[in-house]
């Protein structure tokens, strides 16, 4: 679901809508992203904010932080991929690495002996384990989904459409 930019939490909702968000089961609710996820038709609301005339936000960096992972973890499975993505990138590189030390090693010698295929194969290897992390983190990612328990799709009755 696309987040609408700068919405914060507070918000009028209408009674369908807060019934829906109610309904649904999870227990660490990121509502700026829970309530776009439910489908319904939005109309922003555009203020101008004055300056806080009244000392300085009591939310600390580490809540923030919180905050911000919430909605990552909650609404994209893109950390779990990274891994793999990641993996796929140091397992092409090993082997770029591996090539540029055999064309090295045939235009100037090893610079010392054995240091080379080691490097090479840890490499190699961090790769494999990470696009296994990274397969792993896809289950786990549709485990996710599924333990969330969010409805499927919603259903906008026809009264609902025509305000009733």
Do not use: H
């Not at 996820?37 to 300056?51: C, D, F, H, V």
């Not at 092409?92 to 080691?118: A, C, T």
């Not at 961090?126 to 409805?151: A, F, M, N, S, W």
């Amino acid at each position: 679901c696309d987040i609408p930019l700068n919405s914060g939490d507070f918000r009028l909702m209408s009674r369908r809508a807060l019934d829906i968000f109610n309904s649904l089961p999870e227990k660490n609710r990121f509502i700026r992203g829970m309530v776009p996820w439910i489908g319904l038709k939005q109309t922003p609301i555009y203020y101008e904010r004055s300056a806080r005339f009244a000392g300085t936000t009591k939310y600390p960096l580490t809540k923030m932080i919180k905050l911000a992972l919430d909605g990552i973890i909650g609404f994209s499975n893109t950390p779990l991929k990274s891994a793999y993505y990641l993996g796929f990138t140091v397992a092409f590189l090993s082997f770029i690495y591996g090539f540029f030390i055999l064309v090295y090693s045939q235009i100037k010698g090893f610079p010392v002996q054995g240091w080379s295929s080691i490097m090479v194969t840890i490499l190699f290897i961090g790769g494999i384990q990470l696009i296994t992390i990274g397969i792993l983190g896809e289950y786990i990612g549709r485990i996710y989904d599924e333990v969330k328990k969010r409805p499927l799709f919603i259903i906008n009755d026809k009264e609902s459409r025509l305000g009733n």
